[in-house]
Each structure stands twice: as structure tokens, then as C-alpha cells.
């Protein structure tokens, strides 16, 4: 989890969680998908430098070309992993969610119709 924080009159920090960022979404990703040699294996298939990898695996460190270059390799398979490893919910979910307020909105519109 990544935390923040602000000052508040004098040296007093307080922190803030702010939840799971894209990096550290695509680092559990990836740690999970290759258990043994991620960096090596990311390095490859992502064309990246080592260092980069290393970074992504090791930090959650990613950079928009990091990204860029991920996404094309993995292609729509990155981003709905990604996604629902950030948000925390299946894109199932998310589409059933829009689906039933679509109907709660149909049925609202034809209650005032009557």
C-alpha cells in the first residue's frame, strides 16, 4: 500500500493511505504470473533494460514507457489483469454493476410513465 502524507503546522506528518497504485498493481501482477525469475523474464518479453525490470519487480517502479512497452507486448490481456488488480474487483463485476442500474434507471422511467 502506498502512503502519503501532509504537514499540518510545524514537523506533525499524518499519514494517508492511498491504496494500491498502477505500479504496485503490475508488480503483484507480475510476481504472481512468474513466480521465479519475473525480472528476467519481463526483461525479455518487454524489451527492457535490466535495471528497468528490476525495478518493476523489486519497487513497483514504473514509468509511462515501462507501461507503453508492457502494454504492447501483453496487449488487452495487461489491461483488464491491471484493472482489476487496482480496482479489486472482477470486470464482471463491474459491468454487471452498469447492467443492474440500466434496469433500476428502465424501470424508475416506466414507474413515471404509469
Given at each position: 500500500?502506498?502512503?502519503?502524507?501532509?504537514?499540518?503546522?510545524?514537523?506533525?506528518?499524518?499519514?494517508?493511505?492511498?491504496?494500491?497504485?498502477?505500479?504496485?498493481?503490475?508488480?503483484?501482477?507480475?510476481?504472481?504470473?512468474?513466480?521465479?525469475?519475473?525480472?528476467?523474464?519481463?526483461?525479455?518479453?518487454?524489451?527492457?533494460?535490466?535495471?528497468?525490470?528490476?525495478?518493476?519487480?523489486?519497487?513497483?517502479?514504473?514509468?509511462?514507457?515501462?507501461?507503453?512497452?508492457?502494454?504492447?507486448?501483453?496487449?488487452?490481456?495487461?489491461?483488464?489483469?491491471?484493472?482489476?488488480?487496482?480496482?479489486?474487483?472482477?470486470?464482471?463485476?463491474?459491468?454487471?454493476?452498469?447492467?443492474?442500474?440500466?434496469?433500476?434507471?428502465k424501470a424508475r422511467a416506466e414507474e413515471r410513465r404509469d
Amino acid at each position: 500500500m502506498t502512503v502519503g502524507s501532509w504537514q499540518v503546522v510545524g514537523n506533525n506528518n499524518h499519514l494517508l493511505p492511498l491504496g494500491k497504485t498502477v505500479g504496485d498493481a503490475l508488480r503483484d501482477l507480475i510476481t504472481r504470473r512468474f513466480r521465479k525469475n519475473a525480472a528476467k523474464t519481463i526483461e525479455t518479453l518487454w524489451d527492457l533494460d535490466a535495471r528497468t525490470a528490476r525495478n518493476v519487480v523489486d519497487r513497483g517502479c514504473v514509468s509511462e514507457r515501462t507501461l507503453t512497452k508492457a502494454a504492447k507486448a501483453e496487449r488487452w490481456a495487461l489491461w483488464m489483469a491491471l484493472g482489476e488488480e487496482l480496482f479489486e474487483e472482477p470486470y464482471e463485476h463491474y459491468l454487471q454493476s452498469i447492467i443492474d442500474e440500466t434496469a433500476r434507471a428502465k424501470a424508475r422511467a416506466e414507474e413515471r410513465r404509469d
